[in-house]
T-cell receptor
């Protein structure tokens, strides 16, 4: 079983709809992240959370919100989806107790979202 | 502004060739540089390099960090079709609260 699980794997939705992407992990890591990936732009950070009570905006948080329901669960919501939110979305985790290795992030398989 | 630039953006070689991928960075208070391989979906971790660990090797893959000239290279020898992927470079700095700044990636295609 995957250590970082994202659901759904693929989603097609219409402009204006609310959508939630979910991420759960069994790695026991305290830090979790949401990224989006667009062709030619690499990974861009949307939100990150260092623990259940610590949530921070990333580079491109406008139009998105998150919830850290438990240490193992971190969900991303698009309140009113728009076509330029069509992208590949990744959840990642890291372990702050590992010294310099705290920077190593482990990724889920991704969710491909299309907003029509 | 912190940034990470990878080159080339894409590369096509034949099986058996050796390739070198580049990653240059400008990141305040550098802490670490990471290389990932992205095949179909999830990026998978390859190496982490720091000021105290500037060279890593695993099988046919190796990487070095030049923390004076601010770049890293990822070398793949005797390439195989399974090496075809996007290779991502990311850099972590203290000032960014240990968040990673990502390059756009190099798309590597290995032809049989």
């Amino acid at each position: 079983d995957a250590d970082v699980t994202q659901t759904p794997r693929n989603r097609i939705t219409k402009t204006g709809k609310r959508i939630m992407l979910e991420c759960s992990q069994t790695k026991g890591h305290d830090r979790m992240y949401w990224y989006r990936q667009d062709p030619g732009l690499g990974l861009r950070l949307i939100y990150y959370s260092f623990d259940v009570k610590d949530i921070n905006k990333g580079e491109i948080s406008d139009g998105y919100s998150v919830s850290r329901q438990a240490q193992a669960k971190f969900s991303l919501s698009l309140e009113s989806a728009i076509p330029n939110q069509t992208a590949l979305y990744f959840c990642a985790t890291s372990d702050s107790s590992r010294g310099l290795a705290k920077n190593i992030q482990y990724f889920g398989a991704g969710t491909r979202l299309s907003v029509l | 502004e912190d940034k990470v630039v990878q080159s080339p953006l894409s590369l096509v070689v034949h099986e058996g060739d050796t390739v070198t991928l580049n990653c240059s960075y400008e990141v305040t208070n550098f802490r670490s540089l990471l290389w990932y391989k992205q095949e179909k979906k999830a990026p998978t971790f390859l190496f982490m390099l720091t000021s105290s660990g500037i060279e890593k090797k695993s099988g046919r893959l190796s990487s070095i960090l030049d923390n004076k000239e601010l770049f890293s290279i990822l070398n793949i020898t005797a390439t195989q079709t399974g090496d075809s992927a996007v290779y991502l470079c990311a850099v972590g700095g203290m000032d960014s609260n240990y968040q990673l700044i990502w390059g756009a990636g190099t798309k590597l295609i290995i032809k049989p």
